[in-house]
């Protein structure tokens, strides 16, 4: 299957966190956003840049009604293939309780240079958080995409036949400012087209202020491969 060509900061481990902070402000205007750089861009298991480093840059809005809107830009693969992305999005969250939040967001990923066309897809999503305490904070995410290109280690198919995702992480502090990140997740393509393949990250963050310093062990099964990522974000 396609990649999913996000800009969040470090795969799926940043789920939990944007979660927790729409809940936070789930009574308030706001406006805020991240810059970062990582020594490779991936998400969803698939690269974004080769054997290159990325930068992203991510933008929120988010209301007293409980809406965010939200536009992130990155780099992609400097040596062939589409240049850059640029993805807008919209979230209704609900806060269920003090330890609940659930919520439904649409996003479209749009790219620009070689091949873009190809990339092009939209997704709708359902996703939930629990705050466990001193369980550590628990995510879940199912995703629908009626257009994600299917493709495998041989290269991209013609077709966009669409996919479901789901997608599992869990985030825990462990001392002070450190904390553990673990994800996992399954696309499974619609139409026979493609193949479904699995991914997964373990890792640790520290953060200092506004800074956020991460390193993460990456995993996918289509190619079969690991890697580890390092990422250094500034939120403002």
Avoid: C
Avoid at 30 to 40: F, P, Q, R
Avoid at 76 to 83: M, Q, V
């Amino acid at each position: 299957m396609k990649r999913r060509a996000s800009a969040v900061f470090v795969v799926m481990a940043a789920a939990a966190g944007t979660a927790a902070a729409m809940a936070d402000a789930a009574h308030a205007q706001t406006w805020g956003g991240t810059l970062s750089v990582v020594s490779a861009r991936v998400s969803r298991g698939l690269g974004l840049s080769g054997d290159h480093p990325g930068a992203t840059a991510d933008f929120f809005y988010r209301d007293d009604r409980n809406w965010a809107l939200g536009l992130g830009l990155g780099t992609l693969n400097p040596d062939r293939g589409a240049k850059a992305e640029a993805i807008a999005s919209a979230t209704r969250w609900w806060q269920v309780d003090d330890r609940r939040t659930l919520t439904l967001s649409g996003a479209y990923y749009d790219y620009v240079g070689p091949g873009a066309g190809r990339l092009r897809y939209s997704e709708v999503s359902i996703g939930g958080l629990w705050d466990g305490a001193a369980w550590g904070q628990w995510g879940g995410t199912v995703s629908l995409s009626p257009d994600l290109a299917a493709s495998s280690s041989h290269g991209y198919s013609a077709g966009h036949p669409g996919a479901t995702i789901v997608e599992l992480t869990w985030h825990r502090r462990l001392i002070g400012a450190v904390a553990a990140d673990v994800g996992w997740g399954i696309v499974s393509p619609w139409g026979g087209e493609g193949s479904s393949y699995r991914f997964a990250n373990g890792g640790l963050s520290y953060t200092a202020g506004a800074w956020r310093f991460a390193v993460s062990r990456l995993y996918s099964s289509v190619p079969p491969q690991q890697r580890w990522v390092a990422a250094v974000a500034w939120s403002f």
